[in-house]
């Protein structure tokens, strides 16, 4: 190679080195110029637009892909069934529309902020839970209404009146938001055998659904045990704490064949056996047993999903779930929901072997 040529490929490698620095340079530039753009622009902005970090805002409720429905809703539209709910803190029996009775069921139960399909999912299952309890001899504390208005007889239910109290200035939007899963679904009714189903259903399963026959003794085939592993919400573990002493007379009230003594706690009180779901199926105090069930009530457990830890000072219930844990679980409906699931499929997963039908089709 001649010296010619080396010297002008030399200038030329020199040459193209200065390329990417000049680039790089330029960029950094443009990237100098936007931060000092971008810090001018944040300076500028009102106190109130910067969240800080103590500041808790309220929940989002994501903007309606729909357009909200007017608040005046023809319930007759679909169908006209009545259904006679016993008021309880009025003390009386009202005929309302099936549909305008739903709705206030919905909204008592879970609300304007769970996930549209979830607001669904939800309105049928109540829906289907009346019809069943119409077939089925009505409500059992007042046998003259279908279904009343107390959670723990039948279905939370919000009145008119209680949701204009509640929901104040945002009353009309949250209304339709309420509106549209009912009235998206009006009429529609789980199946089983072609007739409705006792639809069940509980706030959060701890991460298993039970079979109905280890809650309530009667076997329904729709009613089993599920796994629910998309659980969203606060409402997923619990803590009860007894100091030795109270605990021993609790039981001892409760079950007097017990005969519990404090000194004994480590040897008498036995977590025996548990269900496939991981709830306690039996329970021993001492002289005496009881279902996991049982235990909930005496012990005002959030569900029958527990262990137990005895200290030198305490018994303590650790929970997991909140309610029976039979049928849908609504916290499980909300996380099915948020990702992606429509109301159908989140219903026929805690339904098992169900079908979506409408009503006067059975
Ligand atoms: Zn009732």
């Not at 680039?23 to 944040?42: D, E, Q, S, W």
Request: aromatic share 8%.
């Amino acid at each position: 190679m001649s010296t010619k040529k080396k010297r002008s490929r030399k200038k030329q490698k020199v040459y193209t080195v200065h390329w990417p620095i000049l680039m790089g340079l330029t960029a950094l530039l443009v990237a100098l110029v936007l931060l000092v753009v971008g810090v001018i622009r944040a300076c500028a902005l009102p106190e109130g637009d910067a969240l800080s970090v103590e500041e808790t805002p309220e929940p989002i409720i994501p903007a309606p892909t729909w357009s909200p429905l007017p608040v005046d809703i023809n319930f007759t539209k679909v169908h006209n069934t009545y259904v006679k709910v016993f008021m309880q803190d009025e003390g009386e029996i009202r005929d309302m529309l099936l549909e305008e009775y739903v709705l206030g069921v919905v909204a008592g139960e879970v609300g304007p902020s769970y996930p549209m399909e979830a607001l669904k999912a939800q309105a049928v299952a109540s829906r289907t839970y009346t019809l069943y309890s119409i077939r089925h001899g009505g409500c059992k504390t007042n046998p003259n209404a279908d279904v009343c208005t107390s959670s723990s007889c039948c279905q939370t239910f919000r009145s008119d009146a209680k949701l204009r109290k509640s929901w104040g200035d945002k009353y009309t939007y949250k209304y339709s938001v309420i509106a549209k899963a009912v009235m998206d679904t009006a009429g529609e009714v789980m199946l089983y055998n072609g007739k409705p189903i006792n639809a069940m259903y509980h706030a959060s399963s701890g991460g298993w659904t039970e079979d109905s026959q280890n809650v309530y003794g009667s076997n329904f085939p729709y009613l089993r045990s599920v796994e629910s592993p998309h659980e969203i919400g606060s409402r997923q573990t619990g803590e009860v704490r007894y100091h030795r002493g109270t605990f021993v007379e609790k039981v001892n009230g409760a079950r007097p064949n017990a005969h519990m003594e404090e000194e004994k706690l480590e040897e008498q009180l036995k977590v025996l056996s548990l269900y496939p779901s991981g709830r306690v199926e039996k329970l021993q105090l001492n002289e005496d047993t009881v279902t996991g069930r049982t235990a909930r009530k005496i012990f005002g457990l959030n569900s029958a999903m527990f262990t137990v830890e005895i200290t030198n000072d305490e018994v303590i219930f650790h929970t997991k779930g909140f309610g029976h844990g039979v049928g849908m679980s609504q916290a499980g409906a909300n996380g099915m929901a948020t990702d992606g699931a429509d109301y159908r499929t989140i219903l026929l997963h805690y339904y098992t072997g169900v079908t979506i039908g409408v009503i006067g089709q059975y």
